[in-house]
């Protein structure tokens, strides 16, 4: 049994930081591309970093500049730094990883969200 669970959310005001964690346990024999996503109420889910297992990093337009994905292989974590935030990186991140359990074929498995507020 595989979970992701992030940890790191929580209220801040526009312009502050804030630092989102997650990490992959159980029967796990390899971790591919890793990343999060977020929805905001009534807007799509929206791919906000990733990372591949060679380290090469993704981000959109959105973000770019402001957000940081890196990885901690050796424990199966994903970190994303988030610098400069605004009013409207409000939403529920969910963190994902690509992976091979060590019984079964590679597949997504997803964090259950944590909320980042931006609010003054």
């Known amino acids: 049994q595989v979970q992701l669970v992030e940890s790191g959310g929580g209220l801040v005001q526009p312009g502050g930081s804030l630092r989102l964690s997650c990490r992959a346990s159980g029967s796990i024999f390899r971790v591919y591309d890793m990343g999060w996503y977020r929805q905001a109420p009534g807007k799509q889910r929206e791919m906000v970093a990733r990372i591949t297992k060679e380290g090469i990093t993704n981000y959109p337009d959105s973000v770019k500049g402001r957000f940081k994905i890196s990885r901690d292989d050796a424990d199966y974590r994903v970190l994303l730094q988030m610098n400069g935030l605004k009013q409207e990186d409000t939403a529920v991140y969910l963190c994902?990883?690509?992976?091979?359990?060590?019984?079964?074929?590679?597949?997504?498995?997803w964090g259950q969200g944590t909320l980042v507020t931006v609010s003054s």
């Open positions: 994902y990883a690509t992976l091979r359990p060590q019984l079964g074929e590679v597949n997504d498995y």
